[in-house]
């Protein structure tokens, strides 16, 4: 099993409507979940970072964190064409300042 | 801020040859980290500094690669021999401490022919 998984995509969701992507993990250890948006030849980009059980809402982005579950998932809402770009799961794994990331989930918002 | 800043942005070389790619990180960010994006691996962890200190280095593919930090603002990871499976985008990023997200530089895009 990988320690963070991310379904690659392309998830494909009309402008408006709310895109959510979901990311899993393996280890129980982790304490820090952060979400990246990286355009296509770009550098990643932190859009958010969520540290405990529940909701955290920052403008149209929610992260949302189940511990027990072992996954971590990204809500945007109101979708909009520049907000197609592919999305990065990072979290720590073992030494706190180390993230491990998945290997993204590709979103296109389609107008 | 100027950001974490990477040099060259583009760099193509021969096979054998040597490569330094060039990082500066945040001021006051203490740790240093150098990633590798391929489409095939994602984004791989090379190694990880804290306090100019190499902390781990478990990433680095092998001997052919080494990374320095030899102060607070300057780090340097070098190939040689360099090779064609070499070829990835490399990334430096920086962050304050434990459990802070990263800023990354723009990359080196590294091609090797």
């Given at each position: 099993q990988k320690e963070?998984?991310?379904?690659?995509?392309?998830?494909?969701?009309?402008?408006?409507?709310?895109?959510?992507?979901?990311?899993?993990?393996?280890?129980?250890?982790?304490?820090?979940?952060?979400?990246?948006?990286?355009?296509?030849?770009?550098?990643?980009?932190?859009?958010?970072?969520?540290?405990?059980?529940?909701?955290?809402?920052?403008?149209r982005f929610t992260a949302q964190l189940n511990k027990a579950s072992q996954y971590v998932s990204l809500l945007i809402r109101d979708s909009q064409p520049s907000d197609s770009a592919t999305y990065l799961c990072a979290l720590n794994t073992g030494t706190a300042s180390k993230l491990t990331f998945g290997t993204g989930t590709r979103l296109q918002v389609t107008l | 801020d100027a950001g974490v800043i990477q040099s060259p942005r583009h760099e193509v070389t021969e096979m054998g040859q040597e490569v330094t790619l060039r990082c500066k990180p945040i001021s006051g960010h203490d740790y240093l980290f150098w990633y590798r994006q391929t489409m095939m691996r994602g984004l791989e962890l090379l190694i990880y500094f804290n306090n100019n200190v190499p902390i781990d280095d478990s990433g680095m593919p092998e001997d052919r690669f080494s990374a320095k930090m030899p102060n607070a603002s300057f780090s340097t990871l070098k190939i040689q021999p360099s090779e064609p499976r070499d070829s990835a985008v490399y990334f430096c990023a920086s962050s304050l401490g434990t459990g802070d997200g990263y800023t990354f530089g723009s990359g080196t895009r590294l091609t090797v022919v």
């Open positions: 963070v998984e991310q379904n690659s995509g392309p998830l494909s969701v009309p402008e408006g409507a709310i895109a959510s992507l979901n990311c899993t993990y393996s280890d129980r250890g982790s304490q820090s979940f952060f979400w990246y948006r990286q355009y296509s030849g770009k550098s990643p980009e932190l859009i958010m970072s969520i540290y405990s059980n529940g909701d955290k809402e920052d403008g | -």
